[in-house]
C-alpha cells in the first residue's frame, strides 16, 4: 500500500491553456474523489467515482472540467481553457465501499496556478 | 444540503496547553464525522473519526465525541506540542460517500 499518488504535484499554465492531472488511488479502493481547495478554506467536493462510473459531478464543476477512470483504477482530472479562477490545490481521495462508512485517504493535491 | 462550521482561527497556545477547536454540522442523512490535520507542506490526514452518535474517536491524545444532539463534534486535547502546530479540519460524510469539509483552523503551538 503506498498510498495515493498525484502527478503533477504542481503546474503553471497560461490561461486558455488545457491541463490535465492525474490520480493514482490505493489499489483495490473502488471509490475515487477528486476534490478542490483554496487558500483558507476547506476542500470542495467535484465528483466520485465507484468503480469506472462517475455517480456524482458538483455542480462547481463546470462543463470545462472533465474526469475519467477508464478501467476503474486511476484517474484523470482534466480542465479545459483554463482561467485564472481555477488556481487551487485538486485533491484525490481513495476509499473501499463496504459495510459502514469509509475512511477517504488523500493524495497529496496538485497546485494548479494559472497566468 | 450538508455543512460544517468550525471555529475561527487562527488558535495560538502555549506548548502544554487544553486544546478545543469546535466543530457543528448540518446533515440531512446520518453522518460520520472525522477530523483532518494537515501539516505544513502536507496533504491531508486523517486524525480521528466517529461513526455514530456517543461515538468517541481518539488519536494522538486527540478526542472528539459524535454529539447527535447539539449536532457537535468539538476536538480536544489536553496538552498540546509544538509539534501539534498545523491547519485542522472538521468533515461529515453521508452514505454517498463524498466529504464535506469546514474551513479549517489553524493551530500555532508557542513553546
Known amino acids: 500500500d503506498t498510498g495515493v499518488s498525484q502527478d503533477p504535484r504542481h503546474k503553471i499554465t497560461k490561461r486558455g491553456q488545457n491541463v490535465t492531472f492525474r490520480c493514482d488511488p490505493i489499489s483495490e479502493h473502488n471509490r475515487l474523489y477528486w476534490y478542490r481547495q483554496t487558500l483558507g478554506q476547506g476542500p470542495e467536493f467535484l465528483t466520485y467515482f465507484q468503480n469506472e462510473a462517475q455517480l456524482e459531478k458538483s455542480r462547481l464543476l463546470s462543463d470545462r472540467f472533465s474526469a475519467e477512470r477508464p478501467k476503474g483504477s486511476f484517474s484523470t482530472l482534466e480542465i479545459q481553457r483554463t482561467e485564472q479562477g481555477d488556481s487551487a490545490m485538486y485533491l484525490c481521495?481513495?476509499?473501499?465501499?463496504?459495510?459502514?462508512?469509509?475512511?477517504?485517504?488523500f493524495g497529496p493535491g496538485t497546485r494548479l496556478l494559472v497566468l | 444540503g450538508d455543512s460544517v462550521t468550525q471555529m475561527e482561527g487562527p488558535v495560538t497556545l502555549s506548548e502544554e496547553a487544553f486544546l478545543t477547536i469546535n466543530c457543528t454540522y448540518t446533515a440531512t442523512g446520518y453522518p460520520s464525522l472525522f477530523w483532518y490535520v494537515q501539516y505544513p507542506g502536507e496533504g491531508l490526514q486523517l486524525l480521528l473519526k466517529?461513526?455514530?452518535?456517543?461515538d468517541k474517536g481518539s488519536n494522538k491524545g486527540f478526542e472528539a465525541t459524535y454529539r447527535k444532539e447539539t449536532t457537535s463534534f468539538h476536538l480536544e486535547k489536553g496538552s498540546v506540542q509544538v509539534s501539534d502546530s498545523a491547519v485542522y479540519f472538521c468533515a461529515l460524510s453521508t452514505n454517498a460517500g463524498k466529504s464535506t469539509f469546514g474551513d479549517g483552523t489553524t493551530l500555532t503551538v508557542k513553546p
Open positions: 466517529a461513526t455514530k452518535a456517543d
Open positions: 481521495a481513495s476509499s473501499s465501499k463496504g459495510l459502514g462508512m469509509e475512511t477517504q485517504y
